[in-house]
């Protein structure tokens, strides 16, 4: 069963605006963002991943660099885990969202809730999935390490699916920036190993060649 290293991206200043950066272009890691970026590089040198996964976001690019350098291997972009949908929210004060009524579906019923001209928990649960599903037939050998950069929603849904815990549920697991999480998993189910970890890592295999 192959091993899946889910990572959040790296600290950016979007979120000092106060606003929902959603999909919104041109949010990169600040200079704390950056060393988490080293940080998990540095952490995973030696660790034998088979392959390197991301958003297509700016933000888990640059957190998908150093790790794909120091390995030597291409970062394969994955529209799939791209961060939620939100439709007419994106870029709007958090300020603002918190007072509507919608707010406490999103907090409260989840799996109720779509984004205002955006997706729905679990399409965004499904789309997901679907692509960590399509890795994990790719990368089907014991062997096999695949480390996939994103976003904290879409990780916690990722891990909820696996899991089979109920979706509204999700928020209840922890994912900070800079983080991996990882799992042993395969197309019959999925175990979690670690949740929301920061490096250094000593409990992920290491690549004797490389020591």
């Known amino acids: 069963m192959p091993l899946l290293l889910l990572i959040r991206h790296g600290e950016n200043d979007f979120v000092k605006t106060?606003?929902?950066?959603?999909?919104?272009p041109g949010v990169h890691l600040n200079e704390r963002g950056q060393k988490q970026a080293q940080a998990l590089g540095e952490a995973l040198?030696?660790?034998?991943?088979?392959?390197?996964?991301?958003?297509?976001?700016e933000r888990a690019m640059e957190t998908a660099a150093p790790i794909a350098s120091a390995r030597k291997l291409q970062i394969i972009q994955?529209?799939?885990v791209m961060e939620t949908d939100v439709g007419k929210w994106q870029g709007k004060s958090w300020k603002v969202l918190r007072l509507l009524k919608a707010w406490k579906i999103v907090l409260?019923?989840?799996?109720?809730?779509?984004f205002p001209e955006g997706e729905s928990f679990p399409e965004?649960?499904?789309?997901i999935a679907n692509a960590l599903e399509r890795m994990i037939k790719k990368h089907n050998k014991p062997q096999d390490i695949i480390v996939v950069v994103f976003h904290a929603d879409p990780i916690k849904l990722a891990v909820s699916h696996l899991l089979g815990?109920?979706?509204?549920?999700?928020?209840?697991?922890?994912c900070d920036t800079g983080s991996l999480t990882?799992?042993?998993?395969?197309?019959s189910g999925a175990h979690l190993a670690k949740l929301n970890q920061r490096p250094p890592f000593d409990f992920l295999p290491r690549d004797k060649k490389r020591q």
């Open 108 to 114: 409260n019923a989840p799996s109720r809730f779509r």
């Open 124 to 127: 965004m649960q499904a789309r």
């Open 78 to 80: 994955e529209p799939g």
């Open 182 to 187: 990882m799992l042993h998993a395969n197309e």
């Open 165 to 174: 815990l109920p979706l509204d549920h999700f928020q209840r697991l922890g």
């Open 45 to 57: 040198k030696d660790v034998p991943v088979t392959a390197i996964y991301s958003s297509p976001l």
């Open 18 to 24: 106060g606003k929902m950066a959603g999909r919104l």
